[in-house]
């Protein structure tokens, strides 16, 4: 159990074979990290109710977040998290395997894979290919859900790894660190439209595109470490310098944390407002689009 805890991915078989031999509990959890935007029309919490994998627990990024920010599911206080965590049933010593529900394979997992690695947590672990590859490959789910028994849980925030609208005004200045978006080519360049109410697309300068997508193979897992070595060098990203990711709310930028650290780079930093964020608080030559973009 122990060498699995330092492993980022953990295969469907591995969970598989410690659902079947009762390892879940205190020392091993599994939290259902699914989330999706309002559009999608998708609840995830009803979702869990009607099938998770036996053993899971759900975990709200929209419960366990800021509730006095007006900006999606800002970063909670370490008190906040500790209490959260705690009561699904995580303590310390806790191996957690994060998963989602997503058609992509992963889509919010890698957020909460991170935000436990932001708040001090280190055995924690992403599904490889989430729920969608759990289904296809025959593994058990269940609608039966017990209550886990409340542990303690204590926060330490490395609040070097969470960026401001303010570190990324100054970085455009400076143009000391790299900075990857996550959201879709169209998205970024200002030809889709953004998922939000009155958020227009495009992206601010400096910013280097890397849809989240590209790290995920076809079936839904993470891509090998060649491809995702390849992906980082066509965009040009050194990833022996540093690197911080953004997208739309906080989310899929993590997919971007998850592909360096599998490459041995650890510590890539977060702009947790993203674009929800800088396209309302942007002046407009700080908006980069081929669409309309920023009234003045």
Same mark, same amino acid.
């Given at each position: 159990?122990?060498?699995?805890?330092?492993?980022?991915?953990?295969?469907?078989?591995?969970?598989?074979?410690?659902?079947?031999?009762?390892?879940?509990?205190?020392?091993?959890?599994?939290?259902?990290?699914?989330?999706?935007?309002?559009?999608?029309?998708?609840?995830?919490?009803?979702?869990?109710?009607?099938?998770?994998?036996?053993?899971?627990?759900?975990?709200?990024?929209?419960?366990?977040?800021?509730?006095?920010?007006?900006?999606?599911?800002?970063?909670?206080?370490?008190?906040?998290?500790?209490?959260?965590?705690?009561?699904?049933?995580?303590?310390?010593?806790?191996?957690?395997?994060?998963?989602?529900?997503?058609?992509?394979?992963?889509?919010?997992?890698?957020?909460?894979?991170?935000?436990?690695?932001?708040?001090?947590?280190?055995?924690?672990?992403?599904? @490889?290919?989430?729920?969608?590859? $759990?289904?296809?490959? &025959?593994?058990? *789910? #269940?609608?039966? !859900?017990?209550?886990?028994?409340?542990?303690?849980?204590?926060?330490?925030?490395?609040?070097?790894?969470?960026?401001?609208?303010?570190?990324?005004?100054?970085?455009?200045?400076?143009?000391?660190?790299?900075?990857?978006?996550?959201?879709?080519?169209?998205?970024?360049?200002?030809?889709?439209?953004?998922?939000?109410?009155?958020?227009?697309?495009?992206?601010?300068?400096?910013?280097?595109?890397?849809?989240?997508?590209?790290?995920?193979?076809?079936?839904?897992?993470?891509?090998?470490?060649?491809?995702?070595?390849?992906?980082?060098?066509?965009?040009?990203? @050194?990833?022996?310098?540093?690197? $911080?990711?953004?997208? &739309?709310?906080? *989310? #899929?930028?993590? !997919?971007?944390?998850?592909?360096?650290?599998?490459?041995?780079?650890?510590?890539?930093?977060?702009?947790?407002?993203?674009?929800?964020?800088?396209?309302?608080?942007?002046?407009?030559?700080?908006?980069?689009?081929?669409?309309?973009?920023?009234?003045?």
């Amino acid at each position: 159990m122990m060498a699995a805890q330092t492993r980022a991915l953990v295969s469907g078989q591995w969970l598989a074979d410690a659902v079947r031999n009762n390892l879940v509990g205190p020392k091993l959890c599994v939290v259902d990290a699914s989330w999706y935007l309002p559009k999608t029309r998708r609840n995830p919490r009803q979702e869990f109710a009607q099938k998770h994998i036996p053993g899971a627990s759900y975990f709200d990024i929209d419960e366990c977040c800021d509730k006095s920010s007006s900006f999606d599911h800002m970063l909670p206080t370490p008190g906040h998290f500790s209490r959260y965590v705690g009561d699904l049933g995580i303590g310390n010593d806790t191996h957690v395997v994060v998963y989602d529900t997503s058609d992509f394979g992963a889509y919010s997992a890698p957020r909460v894979w991170w935000m436990f690695r932001l708040f001090g947590h280190r055995p924690v672990s992403v599904l @490889d290919g989430g729920m969608k590859n $759990w289904l296809m490959e &025959g593994y058990p *789910v #269940t609608s039966e !859900h017990g209550r886990p028994e409340t542990r303690a849980f204590t926060a330490s925030l490395d609040s070097s790894w969470v960026k401001s609208y303010e570190d990324v005004l100054e970085n455009i200045r400076t143009k000391e660190v790299q900075v990857v978006d996550a959201r879709s080519a169209g998205r970024f360049r200002g030809t889709e439209p953004e998922p939000r109410e009155g958020t227009l697309p495009g992206h601010f300068p400096g910013a280097i595109s890397m849809p989240f997508t590209s790290f995920l193979d076809a079936s839904g897992k993470e891509q090998g470490p060649e491809t995702l070595s390849k992906l980082f060098r066509e965009a040009g990203v @050194d990833l022996k310098k540093p690197l $911080w990711a953004t997208c &739309g709310s906080g *989310v #899929t930028a993590c !997919h971007v944390v998850l592909a360096a650290h599998l490459l041995g780079h650890p510590g890539v930093c977060v702009y947790d407002g993203s674009w929800g964020e800088w396209f309302h608080r942007a002046s407009p030559e700080h908006i980069i689009s081929e669409g309309e973009g920023k009234k003045v």
